[in-house]
């Protein structure tokens, strides 16, 4: 785990003490849960579309020329 610091309101810091007492749990905890819950809740997921082309050949990027003129021509 890497510490860092966090900037608080006054009254941010006043309600993250109050509930750290209520909960009888450390602020710094409470700060870890509530980032790890807002990032987590915060991914975003790929459209369904994504893949929907994809071809299954893995050669594509190296011989995109050489498909290209193949299909052209036939």
């Not at 870890?32 to 929907?52: N, W």
Request: charged share 25%; glycine share 6%; no cysteine.
């Amino acid at each position: 785990m890497k510490a860092t610091t966090v900037y608080l309101s006054e009254e941010a810091t006043l309600a993250l003490e109050k509930l750290a007492q209520q909960l009888n749990r450390p602020a710094s905890e409470l700060i870890q849960d509530a980032i790890e819950r807002y990032l987590s809740s915060s991914q975003t997921s790929l459209p369904r579309s994504v893949g929907l082309g994809a071809s299954g050949r893995g050669d594509l990027s190296e011989r995109d020329e050489e498909l290209l003129w193949q299909e052209s021509m036939s």
